[in-house]
């Protein structure tokens, strides 16, 4: 539908906002294993911001999807771009936030996502799980675990939580729970493999990138 919005309208700047953000999430969850996935999505953020540079929503793409290209002052500059146009909308700071947490500054972090939090009371499930991603960096265990489990509450669907989850419990040798958790991670996405993950992971640190690998292994994700 968005790709017959644009053949509609060219210069639909919002349409290839969206369909970009349709093929990053192809590409972050694993649904396509085609690395051509995430530069689609990049071209589409870019031709969004040739037809309209002062819409916030394809900067934040932008920003998304040099995260996942491991471009990380391009993707925070871009969101801070985005937080520029529209300095009230709270997906900017969340985006920024998961940004920051991979790029070893999970503190500030996790204050971006508490004013995304403030900005819009009814948060969607990302943020939670955003923000348990960062608490983990921080070391920050039981209450990582308390905003991953809020998450899977509102949504047993949203495959990054129970993915972070599965990393904590390995990580505080809870084993068990970890394996339950990587038992949810392939219900959701049967081909999910350590190796797509390491494809992924947008980590600034390597040595982060090997810390994540290696719990997931631990937990039964092979």
Same mark, same amino acid.
């Given at each position: 539908?968005?790709?017959?919005?644009?053949?509609?309208?060219?210069?639909?700047?919002?349409?290839?906002?969206?369909?970009?953000?349709?093929?990053?999430?192809?590409?972050?969850?694993?649904?396509?294993?085609?690395?051509?996935?995430?530069?689609?999505?990049?071209?589409?953020?870019?031709?969004?911001?040739?037809?309209?540079?002062? *819409?916030? &929503? !394809?900067? /934040? $793409?932008? #920003?998304?999807?040099?995260?996942?290209?491991?471009?990380?002052? +391009? %993707? @925070?500059?871009?969101?801070?771009?985005?937080?520029?146009?529209?300095?009230?909308?709270?997906?900017?700071?969340?985006?920024?936030?998961?940004?920051?947490?991979?790029?070893?500054?999970?503190?500030?972090?996790?204050?971006?996502?508490?004013?995304?939090?403030?900005?819009?009371?009814?948060?969607?499930?990302?943020?939670?799980?955003? *923000?348990? &991603? !960062?608490? /983990? $960096?921080? #070391?920050?265990?039981?209450?990582?675990?308390?905003?991953?489990? +809020? %998450? @899977?509450?509102?949504?047993?669907?949203?495959?990054?939580?129970?993915?972070?989850?599965?990393?904590?419990?390995?990580?505080?040798?809870?084993?068990?729970?970890?394996?339950?958790?990587?038992?949810?991670?392939?219900?959701?996405?049967?081909?999910?493999?350590?190796?797509?993950?390491?494809?992924?992971?947008?980590?600034?640190?390597?040595?982060?990138?090997?810390?994540? $690998?290696?719990?997931?292994?631990?937990?039964?994700?092979?």
């Amino acid at each position: 539908m968005f790709e017959k919005a644009i053949e509609l309208d060219p210069q639909y700047a919002d349409a290839y906002t969206r369909l970009g953000w349709a093929y990053a999430a192809a590409w972050v969850a694993q649904w396509s294993q085609d690395p051509k996935t995430l530069e689609q999505a990049f071209e589409l953020a870019q031709k969004a911001i040739t037809s309209d540079n002062s *819409l916030s &929503h !394809a900067h /934040r $793409l932008l #920003g998304f999807v040099c995260l996942w290209k491991k471009q990380h002052d +391009r %993707a @925070i500059a871009e969101v801070e771009r985005a937080i520029a146009l529209d300095p009230n909308f709270a997906d900017n700071y969340a985006v920024l936030g998961l940004i920051l947490s991979y790029a070893a500054r999970p503190e500030e972090a996790i204050r971006l996502m508490e004013k995304a939090r403030r900005l819009n009371p009814h948060y969607p499930v990302p943020y939670l799980s955003y *923000l348990g &991603h !960062a608490y /983990r $960096l921080a #070391g920050r265990y039981e209450e990582a675990i308390a905003a991953l489990k +809020r %998450a @899977i509450s509102r949504n047993p669907d949203y495959l990054a939580s129970h993915l972070h989850l599965a990393v904590i419990y390995s990580e505080l040798g809870r084993e068990g729970e970890a394996r339950a958790e990587v038992a949810e991670i392939l219900r959701l996405s049967p081909n999910y493999s350590v190796d797509g993950v390491r494809q992924r992971l947008p980590f600034k640190d390597p040595a982060e990138v090997e810390r994540y $690998l290696a719990n997931l292994r631990k937990a039964g994700l092979k």
